[in-house]
């Protein structure tokens, strides 16, 4: 055949359908609205269009399968040979089959609404538009999946969640509709080139007429794409999931916290944390999980024998996951046992406590105390303790409390390492109250610990009117308070990045960690924590976190300040 008269027409062909393309993209954005509101009719849209787009895009894929196992019009085929070169239309066959077969597998990540899913699938129905055209002049499949492309591209909103396609679960039903289509290609193929001589040799054939080849390549492509994905599936490690704890698992701790020496246990029934407990039932880690991150509030609360094996428990669960356990705010007592699972220990702040049977309002040290503690009598104030059966009555009243605080703070409520205020979680504790003319303008709500070692407050909120010093006068009562019913500490909580050497030899973390505590005061109040504390003389204990070192630490630092803040809002606001 004499391909001069037609040889003009290639450098005008390729150009065109990609103007096409442009313009048919440039409309549909154009009329974006319009479109969008007739796929939005009824509340039932953000439901039910995640699902029809994903139906469209399963046959899309299928579509594409179909047509490169199928041979293609002769006249096509001729008129490509004449002006369209031959490596053009081999690669453009070949990849319209593996654009199928990645719309089959988007398919289930659009019916799970994945912002990713959404975006690969619009890149792969246009690159399936162009091979469509480049492969046989196919102009009537581009056509289908031109008008599959409009309706995807209005549909950005309903496509929301930022999960990874490779870790989505495929239910056995979407497992068996691929494998279902592919063979269903691959016997379309062979029944269309039964006549077709068949052999390791063919695949290497590249004429313009030769399609069974161009089926036979496609094939494997394809197969070797779903190989590769189905691999990738299950060599990732499982993201590991925190599951909430039940009723009764919550229940189960209550002995263990009453009989453990330090308050912060009682974390334990704020519900927010997963709880792994040993199999005795003597014992409890209580975690979250952020990204790879398997963070344990504090050391497993166990009897001190119980520890290691509840640690090295947690360990083994955690490295199931393919995750990095992480044990955050631990004390000294158990160091050396973390140390020998291989873990790196880095200092993060310091906790006040205050020996209470030595703590008294005299004395000169403690005169700045004693004088705002007179002022705020002076005006009236008076300090109480209800005790558990009366906190549902004044419920109502510190809640008002709390949030005219968080909001003259503008503060939101924080989580894991700190309380924050759920009626169910503080009518559990007696409640410290400071009354003025018979109003409630502050209060705290009091952790006790096993056996009277030691007391601590987790909320501690007042009123917008409530005079200076108020806390300070709370804090003083508390422990006056502590003293008279016989407990032996009162723990104030910690400072953080407190009590970090800024020598040149340390290492960089503590480098960093001093840097932001000593120019970090816009953002955090890092001094004015710790001089708080000081006002009550309080014994410094150094705190600590127990993870994998290395560069993974930083990481894991910004993992624990999302469980923290509950999410990335929470890092960034108060």
Known sequence: MNATPSAPVLPYLVPSILFALVFAAGFFLRHKAPIQRLIR?????????????????????????????????????????????????????????????GLLILARGLQRKLDAAYHLTIALLGAGILFALLKAIDYEEALILSVMLAAMLPSRKYFYRKASLIEERFTRGWIAAICMV????????????????????????????????????????????????????????????????????????????????????????????????????????????????????????????????????????????????????????????????GLSVVKIGEEARVRLPEFSLEGPNRRNLRRVWRKVVDDGCAFEVVEVPAVPAILGEIRAISDEWLEEKKAREKSFSLGYFDEDYVKQYPVALVRRAGKIIAFANVWPSGNKEELEVDLMRFARDAPPGVMRYLLAEMMLWGRREGWQWFNMGMAPLSGLKTTSVAPLFYQLGTAVHRYGERFYNFQGIRNFKEWFYPEWEPKYIVSPGGALRPLIMANIAT????????????
């Open 182 to 341: 592919v063979l269903a290609s691959i016997v379309l193929g062979l029944l269309s080139y039964r006549d077709a001589p068949m052999g390791r040799d063919l695949i290497l054939r590249f004429t313009g007429q030769s399609e069974a080849p161009r089926f036979m390549r496609a094939t494997l492509g394809v197969v070797f794409v779903l190989m590769v994905f189905a691999g990738a599936r299950l060599l990732r490690p499982a993201r590991g999931q925190a599951p909430r704890p039940s009723a009764e698992d919550i229940a189960a701790t209550a002995p263990i916290v009453a009989a453990y020496p330090e308050a912060a246990a009682h974390l334990a029934f704020l519900g927010d944390k997963s709880l792994m407990f040993n199999e005795a039932r003597t014992g409890f880690v209580m975690y979250g999980v952020a990204g790879r991150s398997w963070v344990s509030l504090g050391d497993p609360v166990a009897p001190a024998g119980e520890v290691e094996a509840l640690a090295l428990q947690f360990m083994k669960h955690v490295d199931g996951h393919g995750g990095w356990p992480v044990f955050y705010k631990v004390g000294r007592e158990h160091l050396s046992k973390y140390l020998d699972f």
């Open 563 to 574: 469980l923290i803040g509950g999410g990335i809002e929470g890092v960034i606001r108060k």
């Open 41 to 101: 009719v009824g509340r039932w849209a953000p439901a039910i269009v995640p699902r029809v787009l994903a139906l469209t895009t399963f046959l899309a894929g299928t579509i594409l399968l179909f047509s490169g196992a199928t041979p293609d019009f002769p006249r096509r085929l001729h008129w490509l040979d004449d002006f369209m070169p031959l490596p053009i239309v081999e690669v453009s066959h070949f990849f319209a089959s593996l654009v199928g077969a």
